[in-house]
């Protein structure tokens, strides 16, 4: 009877020594698949590890060009791995931040999508949403082609805005009145807002409170933003030198208030006393002439700047 007593107590230790084993061995082989399952997974923007062995982090990818004024879709965009030390700041890491909304400035295929270059813009395609801020925006009339260069101005492009008037000075000491004609330089590096009903092709960022950039200055101050050529709006039929005004056409600049009214006070002239010109500006020059900016008829045959 001690013998058979014996038998089952012996038995039953290498019964849970086999049990134990097999428990370990379970914990283990649930550590293992937990620590896979866990490097496997994660937030589509938690960081991973590239066959390379660098970090990556998921961001919406441009997969095609988008232009200014394009609305994005759902294949305009995809999500995509980028290396972490290749991500631009604020980049944005889903397609529901981008679907529906219009590019400010040119995206390119593979380029990151961020805040600053997409824009609700409901709506705001009116002039109020073109003018840089602190500026202003004022129309003259066009009498004739060649006071706009040809009517060949294009949007983006400077310009700068010359007066001439046809004033009398009268010599106090004879009374004789003798013809006054200067020209000057009332605003400088100004860019034009419109041409007839065209305007320029910008489209401002609104959602992140933001304000069209101001143009370079007019004289000492700021100028402007750009548009569209008379031909290209109608106002001027193509044609070379048959090329003539079909319609009374107005040019919108975008200028400082102070100077807006040196603007105005030309215009409002007889065109016999007072015109004004527009000087068009090489693409990317915003120099500014500081020397001398009127001249007279004394200065008429006086060597140039670029004679000297």
Excluded: C
Aim: hydrophobic share 45%; proline share 6%; net charge neutral.
């Amino acid at each position: 009877m001690a013998r058979s007593i014996a038998a089952v107590t012996s038995g039953s230790g290498r019964n849970r020594g086999v049990l134990m084993v097999a428990a370990i061995l379970g914990i283990l082989s649930a550590l293992l698949m937990f620590a896979f399952l866990s490097s496997r997974g994660g937030s589509s923007n938690s960081p991973a590890v590239t066959a390379g062995g660098g970090a990556t982090q998921s961001a919406v990818v441009v997969t095609k060009d988008i232009q200014v004024g394009d609305k994005v879709t759902d294949d305009d965009i995809t999500v995509e791995p980028v290396a972490a030390n290749a991500l631009l700041p604020g980049h944005l890491v889903s397609t529901k931040d981008v679907v529906g909304k219009i590019a400010t400035a040119p995206m390119f295929a593979g380029e990151q999508v961020i805040p600053e270059k997409v824009t609700t813009f409901v709506g705001q395609t009116t002039l109020a949403y073109k003018v840089p801020a602190g500026m202003r925006a004022v129309s003259i009339q066009v009498p004739q082609e060649s006071w706009i260069v040809g009517g060949l101005p294009q949007p983006g492009d400077f310009v700068d805005f010359l007066a001439i008037t046809t004033l009398t000075k009268t010599d106090p000491l004879t009374g004789n009145q003798t013809p006054d004609v200067q020209a000057g330089l009332i605003a400088q590096n100004v860019q034009v807002l419109a041409i007839a009903q065209t305007m320029v092709d910008s489209v401002p960022n609104v959602d992140a409170a933001t304000t069209p950039a101001a143009g370079s200055t007019a004289g000492t101050t700021q100028g402007a933003a750009a548009t569209a050529s008379p031909v290209a709006s109608g106002a001027v039929k193509p044609g070379g030198k048959d090329a003539t005004f079909e319609k009374a056409v107005s040019v919108t600049l975008a200028l400082p208030i102070d100077v807006a009214a040196r603007v105005e006070l030309v215009d409002a002239m007889k065109k016999d006393v007072g015109q004004w010109r527009l000087l068009l500006r090489q693409k990317g020059d915003t120099s500014i002439v500081t020397g001398t900016t009127k001249w007279t008829y004394d200065d008429l045959f006086a060597p140039s700047a670029s004679t000297k």
